[in-house]
Nanobody, 122 residues
Framework: VQLQASGGGLVQAGGSLRLSCAAS????????IGWFRQAPGEEREGVSC????????LYADSVKGRFTISRDNAKNTVYLQMNSLKPEDTAVYYC????????????????WGEGTQVTVSS
């Protein structure tokens, strides 16, 4: 079971990025997926969660109205569209999946992908 986050990069404040979380070794269809981020010296923060069907989506207050989570189960991929980026969004972004759980919020995430760095310059 592997998750791989990609799509990070360097962007100016106000810009956009789309992160992807691709799964291998299992099918994402039945699982809620979460996005997290961790900035240097800070604790990991939950950013967003999407249910297996895509019908339920949760966002941290800090990203509401700017970030959109979505999924394409046919591609076994979950996305995080990030608009109106701010310097405080700079962090390593991770995606995660639970061993069990199709809805959000997820009580415990068991599988974590390697992160992708997002850097927002002012």
């Amino acid at each position: 079971v592997q998750l791989q986050a990609s799509g990070g990069g360097l962007v100016q404040a106000g810009g956009s990025l789309r992160l992807s979380c691709a799964a291998s070794g299992f099918t994402l269809d039945y699982y809620a997926i979460g996005w997290f981020r961790q900035a240097p010296g800070e604790e990991r923060e939950g950013v967003s969660c999407i249910s297996s069907s895509g019908g339920k989506r949760l966002y941290a207050d800090s990203v509401k109205g700017r970030f959109t989570i979505s999924r394409d189960n046919a591609k076994n991929t979950v996305y995080l569209q990030m608009n109106s980026l701010k310097p405080e969004d700079t962090a390593v972004y991770y995606c995660a999946a639970p061993l069990y759980g199709s809805s959000c919020p997820v009580l415990e995430y068991d599988f974590w992908g390697e992160g992708t760095q997002v850097t927002v310059s002012s």
